[in-house]
Nanobody, 117 residues
Framework: QERLVESGGGSVQAGDSLRLACAATGGRFGWYDGAWFRQAAGKEREFVAGVSRADDTKTYADSAKGRFTISRDNAKATLYLEMDSLKPEDTAVYYC??????????WGQGILVTVSA
């Protein structure tokens, strides 16, 4: 049974950078694909970036391409999201999620990122 805890969020100004981390416990992190989603106030949750369990495939939303980088360290059972050149429209609660080969999803609690102009 996996449990996810996000860290690294906070309040920054436009143009700054943040690095989010998602630490997993339970011992089977390496079997799961990983991804980051976000949800802004008054809007639906949206996909941001994903990485395969083998760390050989990465995908990004158009809004994240060229600015965000997803990565993982299976030895540390941790998923990361490096965010550069942040914009006010990036303000949202960011969620880490992992998905098993059978499609079972486990979500983190979420962490707030606020970007001021």
């Amino acid at each position: 049974q996996e449990r996810l805890v996000e860290s690294g969020g906070g309040s920054v100004q436009a143009g700054d950078s943040l690095r989010l981390a998602c630490a997993a416990t339970g011992g089977r992190f390496g079997w799961y694909d990983g991804a980051w989603f976000r949800q802004a106030a008054g809007k639906e949750r949206e996909f941001v970036a994903g990485v395969s369990r083998a760390d050989d495939t990465k995908t990004y939303a158009d809004s994240a391409k060229g600015r965000f980088t997803i990565s993982r360290d299976n030895a540390k059972a941790t998923l990361y999201l490096e965010m550069d050149s942040l914009k006010p429209e990036d303000t949202a609660v960011y969620y880490c999620v992992i998905t098993s080969p059978s499609g079972v999803r486990i979500w983190g609690q979420g962490i707030l990122v606020t970007v001021s102009a």
